[in-house]
């Protein structure tokens, strides 16, 4: 069955709300259907960008509580009062930078699909880990507990990122052929826990060094159904630029 692509722009700690409002005027109108385009944003950014019609807007984590003592924290009932119905969830810099593990990226899972929130878990290995051929070791395992008593019916409202983090902000996309290797193989993680026909309804992106010139390439291996973009993301005409790149 063909899967739809789905490119999120992952606009990390960048962009006030006046950069957030002129972004979604100059790209909201001009997108096509080659995919469905989004970008996450900062919190405080959300409700201006919500003000786009077309791009699908996600935050960047949320909290695994309802709500509680949990300072700095922002829990999905916020988000969905906000009208969000999409989060990023286990980026490898929340892994890095902010003690996530994949323990609470579960409870996140859960947490996000219990109130109607569609999670794009981020999955990857570092580059030590890629030297030492651990990658498909690494990514299942990070799957494998991701998933840990997610319901089947809800697998296919999820999105997996997979992102090396040796090719994240550093210019080194992986090769089509790697890329479509480990996706290609998270994929077959996904069968193993639910069966081949709920795998082949999820989308799974990749991400690290995406940009206008590489897109195309890279969406058309086919278990590729996506990118989630960095860098590439944050400037209006380079956004634009993967929009067409999307229509060649
Ligand atoms: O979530 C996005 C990734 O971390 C990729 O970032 P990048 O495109 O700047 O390498």
Redesign the pocket.
């Known amino acids: 069955m063909a899967r739809k692509p789905i490119v999120v722009g992952?606009w990390?700690m960048n962009k006030t709300i006046a950069e957030t409002k002129a972004f979604v005027a100059a790209v909201d109108d001009k997108l096509n259907d080659k995919a469905d385009w989004g970008i996450a944003t900062p919190y405080l950014d959300l409700p201006a960008a919500k003000e786009a019609k077309h791009l699908i807007v996600a935050a960047e984590d949320m909290h695994f509580k309802d709500s509680g003592a949990y300072t700095g924290a922002v829990s999905a009932a916020m988000l969905k009062e906000i009208g969000v119905d999409w989060t990023?969830l286990g980026?490898?810099?929340r892994r890095q930078y902010f003690g996530e593990t994949d323990e609470t990226v579960n409870l996140k899972m859960l947490q996000a699909l219990k109130n109607g929130i569609n999670p794009i878990v981020?999955v990857g290995e570092s580059e030590a880990q890629y030297d030492a051929g651990e990658t498909h070791d690494v990514v299942k395992t990070q799957v494998v507990a991701a998933y840990k008593d997610v319901a089947k019916e809800d697998v296919e409202k999820t999105v997996i990122?997979y992102?090396p983090i040796w090719?994240?902000?550093?210019g080194k996309t992986a090769t089509n052929e790697i890329a479509q290797d480990v996706c290609g193989y998270i994929r077959s993680v996904v069968a193993e826990l639910y069966g081949q026909e709920t795998a082949d309804k999820v989308r799974i992106q990749y991400?690290?060094?995406?940009k206008p010139n590489t897109i195309k390439e890279l969406l058309a291996q086919p278990d590729i159904d996506g990118a989630?973009?960095?860098?590439?993301?944050l400037k209006e005409d380079s956004y634009l630029a993967m929009v067409a790149a999307l229509d060649d």
């Open positions: 992952n990390k990023i980026h490898s810099e981020c990122a992102e090719a994240i902000g550093t991400g690290g060094s995406v989630l973009v960095g860098g590439a993301s």
